[in-house]
């Protein structure tokens, strides 16, 4: 009796070193048994959820539990002994919580599904992070890609300006088209200053803000 007990009181402080949550679901009565920890990764004091197959299917999510069902009835009829699972499920306040799902299926000496045992990990904060360093490698390729853009387009930019500089030397500073050449000349210098903030966001350089005339640059747009 000592060892069996000291075997359940090893079990239970490994369970909550892992921080899982066990279920337990006997084939041949239907009974079900879920821990404390179970329940509380679904918001849930110990006694508010029905120790119950059905307690557990009802509150996985819609979209992923045809998947489910599916690997439990699997499971049962065919030679597989292990699953693992991810899948969501309802919290008592009503949103969804990842879950990765971890079982072993018993079979007695005929080779029949008996019991079907395992734990349930909350994978919820991972998932999120992992979502926040998915969209920070996003970004990052946007940064390489702005920086490959910039670079084009200030190539294109100094073609430009060099062709302006010809044409306003070549023509008499009186003539009617210099101030629509001067114009030109001054759009390609602020777009020159575009590529820069581009080539300064895809190098992850710390940008200097400066103070903005706003009466000057009306000016310049008029």
Not at 13 to 39: I, P
Request: aromatic share 6%; no cysteine.
């Amino acid at each position: 009796i000592n060892k069996v007990v000291n075997l359940s009181d090893d079990l239970a402080l490994a369970l909550r070193a892992t921080n899982d949550g066990l279920w337990d679901w006997d084939l041949t009565t239907g009974r079900a048994f879920f821990s404390e920890r179970y329940k509380s990764i679904l918001g849930y004091q110990p006694d508010e959820i029905p120790e119950t197959p059905a307690a557990f299917i009802e509150r996985v999510h819609p979209d992923d539990l045809e998947r489910v069902e599916a690997v439990i009835a699997e499971m049962r009829s065919s030679s597989r002994e292990r699953f693992e699972e991810e899948f969501r499920m309802r919290h008592k306040e009503g949103h969804f919580v990842d879950i990765v799902s971890r079982g072993y299926l018993v079979r007695d000496a005929t080779g029949s599904a008996v019991r079907m045992t395992g734990t349930h990990t909350d994978v919820t904060e991972l998932r999120a992070v992992q979502a926040q360093l998915a969209q920070a490698h996003k970004l990052r390729a946007i940064g390489q890609l702005a920086g490959g853009t910039a670079h084009d387009f200030n190539n294109l930019l100094q073609i430009i300006q060099s062709s302006l500089d010809l044409a306003q030397r070549k023509i008499p500073p009186d003539h009617e088209v210099q101030p629509f050449l001067d114009s030109a000349m001054k759009a390609t210098e602020r777009g020159g200053k575009l590529t820069q903030q581009l080539l300064s966001f895809s190098r992850k350089q710390i940008l200097r803000p400066e103070t903005l005339g706003l009466a000057a640059l009306v000016r310049g747009m008029l």
